[in-house]
């Protein structure tokens, strides 16, 4: 494992903090940047004007898609470059969950699946910041198990295009998105893994309805997404007819990489915390059990920090990561809802507090109690990854398939919708 930047990666790491420090703000250590856009509409509008603003700069000075061909707007480098940015422009404060989903997953899946016609359309784009784009996967009777999703696109006429009607859910900034890549079943006679198809579409189209979902933290990021009677031609299908599995699990490899780490309070957090508090007259910190649980997080934290580390290593040598991505989301995401846990415990009844003036570490566990339990489901629940870890890197069996041969149609469903 090489913890030490090349000559060319330390060059590089250079140039980005010099374009960071004349372009963004550094952190100043609240918790505003980790609570996620706000949720009124003037905050909204300022958050995506400033996020199309960085964006464009990025575009014009060539940081936008690192690793992608020049001909797309890229600069063709290794994906070290783009962790090494990554690493860079975590310590400023700039909007984030804007295009993410958009130039993380759903553009590269249009990149490898759409014609090139489409390809030219809609890269260049997003790429600037003047479009953005969501991923329409989940739906109220598919989540962790996606290949058995309900939404219909039946064929129109003599094949010139598609009619949609069904349902998605938890579908991330639908209320702003332009666009958004929709896998839907075209055939339900085939196993369930068989019958589906991959489009994009405007999130503008007659039938589409956008409702956004409230979230127990008070914030509403997520939405339901309704088709009724969709149009879509055939020009916005992504790969070829019933092959909607095999184009979606480009989409869901590029998201594995990009949810990766959760955010929020980390040790760091947690023990300043422990040390500006008191239980039982003391500091919290000189507390034995509390000792324990600092104990246990930092060594999880410097595991995952190594983790990364053998990721990066495997990047700089042009090699392709292991399941360190599984790992990764795994271990932080429930690290995280324990810290968040000890932190509220440690507040006492501050913790009912949320306003950022009135209470210590400005409401960062507070909001992390609320908003972490979702980190465990969303990018792949925990069973889902440790499956992923069990089959695909301990070889142990996989689990039981009670619907394996059967077509999508003679799978017992329970409910309806």
Request: glycine share 12%; proline share 5%.
């Amino acid at each position: 494992m090489d913890f030490n930047d090349t000559p060319e990666e330390a060059a590089f790491r250079a140039e980005v903090r010099a374009f960071l420090a004349a372009n963004a703000r550094k952190k100043d250590g609240t918790a505003g940047s980790v609570r996620g856009r706000p949720d009124d509409a003037e905050g909204l509008k300022a958050t995506l004007a400033a996020a199309r603003a960085f964006q464009a700069k990025k575009a014009e000075a060539g940081y936008a898609a690192l690793t992608w061909p020049q001909a797309w707007g890229g600069r063709g480098l290794s994906p070290i470059m783009q962790v090494i940015f990554n690493q860079e422009q975590a310590a400023y404060d700039i909007p984030r969950g804007v295009y993410e989903i958009g130039l993380g997953m759903c553009i590269p899946t249009l990149m490898k699946h759409g014609s090139p016609e489409a390809a030219q359309r809609y890269v260049p784009p997003a790429v600037r910041g003047e479009e953005i784009w969501c991923q329409l996967f989940s739906e109220p009777g598919a989540g962790s198990d996606l290949a058995g999703l309900s939404t219909r696109a039946v064929r129109r006429g003599h094949g010139e295009g598609w009619v949609i009607n069904g349902q998605k859910i938890w579908t991330s900034g639908a209320h702003f998105c332009d666009y958004g890549i929709l896998l839907t079943r075209t055939d339900p006679n085939l196993a369930k893994h068989e019958g589906l198809t991959m489009f994009f579409l405007d999130m503008r189209s007659k039938g589409v309805e956008v409702r956004r979902i409230k979230q127990i933290s008070g914030t509403s990021n997520f939405n339901e997404v309704f088709f009724t009677d969709v149009e879509i031609p055939d020009s916005q299908r992504l790969g070829a007819v019933g092959e909607g599995w095999k184009v979606a699990l480009t989409t869901l490899m590029n998201e594995r990489l990009a949810v990766g780490e959760a955010p929020g309070p980390d040790f760091e957090d947690i023990f300043q915390l422990a040390r500006e508090v008191s239980v039982d007259g003391a500091p919290a910190i000189q507390d034995r059990a509390m000792r324990e649980r600092l104990a246990d997080w930092y060594v999880e934290t410097q595991g995952l920090r190594l983790t990364k580390f053998r990721s990066m290593t495997a990047l700089s040598r042009g090699q392709t990561p292991g399941p360190e991505a599984s790992i990764t989301k795994l271990v932080s995401a429930t690290k995280l809802q324990e810290i968040a846990n000890a932190g509220m415990d440690l507040l006492g009844a501050g913790g009912a507090l949320m306003e950022d003036g009135e209470t210590p570490a400005a409401s960062l566990f507070q909001q992390a109690l609320l908003y972490s339990p979702g980190l465990r489901i969303a990018g792949g629940t925990d069973e889902i990854l440790r499956n992923i870890i069990a089959e695909r890197v301990l070889g142990l069996p996989q689990d039981p398939r009670a619907d394996k041969g059967m077509s999508f149609a003679q799978v017992p469903r329970g409910g309806g919708r």
